[in-house]
């Protein structure tokens, strides 16, 4: 039986995002969208609000990807909505299911001038999966549910609906739809049997598992295929963690001999980019495996490239019939070729010198992250380091703001992890430069008691800008901070708590401080500029 249901149209909204599992709101105050907040307040609907409206996208962001179900941001009209696009574009680049309500200027004086009168669809259209206008409180309940269903079906991805004035504060009914149902899509047999049989037939393939796999809750099956055709596998976003780090196939230093001696490449649930050649592997067969046939790589001719649900193919894999080469002796030579690498790594991240190297900071962190910790990435040369030298030991339990690059994910991705996690270690590694877009939200965290570790490395540069420019040219130029700037010292006037950090020795001790403090609470380390990560540059 249909339930109907009635009131402004906050409340119509909040009764469909309700029944489609939305458990909280993520805002900057704005007078276009006071009907939601009403419905919020009065049926005891958490409300999160922030200092920058892409601070709300990000944590609504982070609830999508670390949850697995829609995250929702409430943005006001004009630049309330703008300001929003970049979120709205990594959700859309992550394949993250966050819905973003708009308001909009009066439709009755449209061409008027109203207050922040502007349409947002042709802005935001390019980056969501569905966009649209709702104009009558009546249609509020169909038009969630509609946007909800287009974000959760695959290749996920954000959805925006905008409201204008007179619809969103009327009153109106409305039959409530049933919750957004996707079912899973069935892959072509056929392509998982070609598949399947390049795999069990390679004498050197290699898996590249990604964040699909984790968003949708394929960890076991991927698992389960890798111990069936006995596979080394690496992971990147979300996907880290999915083998934990002591699993015989886990594999996350010898990416380099693997890729550069494999005859099969398996890339799962991540897109052929930048960060893997652009799917160029040499001479090697690539097998795209996607959670929707319009994932798959235009730019490549994988030799099988399955499409669909990643636990049906990745099931199917592990029960494929025929014989398997036998991998040990390729296993072997990469569990050599990772041993060395962690050994180098070990001496890097134990270097006892000042100014403080970037390694060194991830070495004294791995003492005191838990295994449950999530782990925030928010910036270019500083948090580069983190993916060499961190290794999630669970799936879902790390962030970073993916194949965008956008600066300034990491307040919003704190508050969404806290408000996910009450009870684990939120730690947000940000670069200096990147701690300009997002560190007045510390504010917002301080304010609703959401206490998170901020480990800032603050080397007073543009790392990956700086050291690739005077390579190009000789000189630099819009590439450097000011020196040693107390970042700790503006946490503290937020109302939170913090220190600066330039000995390697007083590393360890700071850390501690921090993740007892119940504030949030940022260790400001003054690592060394000329420590730069080894890449030419991040121009790919």
Not at 339 to 365: C, Q
Request: aromatic share 6%; net charge negative; charged share 20%.
């Amino acid at each position: 039986m249909t339930e109907r249901v009635e009131g402004h149209g906050g409340e119509l909204a909040l009764a469909a995002l309700r029944a489609n599992g939305v458990r909280e709101m993520f805002t900057l105050s704005g007078g276009h969208v006071f009907p939601l907040y009403d419905a919020a307040h009065r049926h005891g609907f958490p409300i999160y609000d922030v200092r920058h409206e892409q601070s709300a996208v990000f944590a609504a962001e982070a609830v999508a990807k670390l949850q697995r179900r829609p995250g929702l941001a409430v943005l006001t009209a004009g630049p309330g909505v703008t300001n929003g696009v970049s979120g709205l574009t990594s959700a859309y680049f992550n394949a993250s299911p966050v819905l973003v309500l708009g308001g909009r200027a009066p439709q009755f004086r449209w061409g008027s001038g109203s207050l922040q009168e502007m349409d947002h669809l042709p802005l935001v259209a390019p980056v969501t999966k569905h966009a649209e206008t709702v104009f009558s409180a009546g249609d509020i309940p169909r038009a969630v549910t509609a946007a909800l269903t287009a974000a959760l079906t695959p290749h996920r991805g954000p959805v925006f609906l905008d409201f204008p004035l007179e619809a969103v504060f009327s009153v109106g009914d409305a039959e409530l739809p049933a919750p957004a149902a996707v079912a899973p899509v069935e892959p072509d047999p056929d392509e998982v049997a070609a598949a399947g049989r390049l795999i069990m037939g390679a004498q050197r393939p290699v898996v590249i598992a990604g964040s699909e796999v984790y968003a949708g809750d394929a960890v076991a099956a991927l698992r389960e295929a890798a111990e069936a055709l006995g596979v080394p596998v690496f992971t990147n976003g979300m996907g880290r963690g999915a083998l934990p780090p002591e699993h015989p196939l886990a594999f996350a230093k010898a990416r380099r001999v693997a890729l550069s001696g494999a005859d099969v490449v398996v890339v799962i649930g991540t897109p052929l980019d930048f960060r893997l050649s652009f799917g160029d592997f040499g001479d090697a067969a690539v097998v795209h495996i996607v959670d929707a046939s319009s994932q798959r790589a235009g730019h490549v001719q994988p030799a099988a490239s399955p499409a669909g649900d990643l636990r049906l193919i990745l099931s199917a894999l592990a029960g494929q019939p025929g014989d398997r080469v036998d991998h040990a002796d390729w296993i072997a030579q990469l569990r050599t070729a990772e041993d060395a690498a962690k050994a180098r790594d070990a001496e890097e991240m134990a270097a006892d010198t000042d100014p403080i190297r970037p390694a060194r900071v991830y070495g004294e962190l791995r003492r005191v992250l838990a295994l449950d910790a999530i782990t925030i990435g928010d910036g270019g040369d500083f948090v580069s380091y983190a993916g060499r030298y961190l290794e999630p030991a669970q799936p879902g339990t790390w962030l970073d703001p993916g194949p965008y690059g956008c600066l300034g994910t990491g307040m919003g991705y704190a508050m969404g992890a806290r408000v996910s996690h009450p009870d684990r270690q939120i730690c947000v590694l940000m670069g200096d430069g990147a701690a300009g877009f997002s560190l007045m939200d510390v504010e917002s965290l301080v304010r609703q008691q959401l206490p998170v570790v901020i480990v800032v490395g603050n080397n007073g540069i543009w790392g990956l800008e700086k050291h690739p420019m005077r390579a190009m040219y000789g000189y630099d130029v819009a590439a450097d901070l000011q020196p040693e700037l107390r970042y700790d010292k503006v946490v503290e006037a937020l109302g939170g708590a913090g220190e600066t950090v330039a000995r390697a020795a007083d590393l360890g001790p700071a850390l501690a401080r921090a993740f007892d403090a119940g504030v949030p609470y940022l260790v400001n380390v003054l690592t060394d500029p000329a420590d730069a990560y080894p890449r030419s540059s991040n121009l790919a």
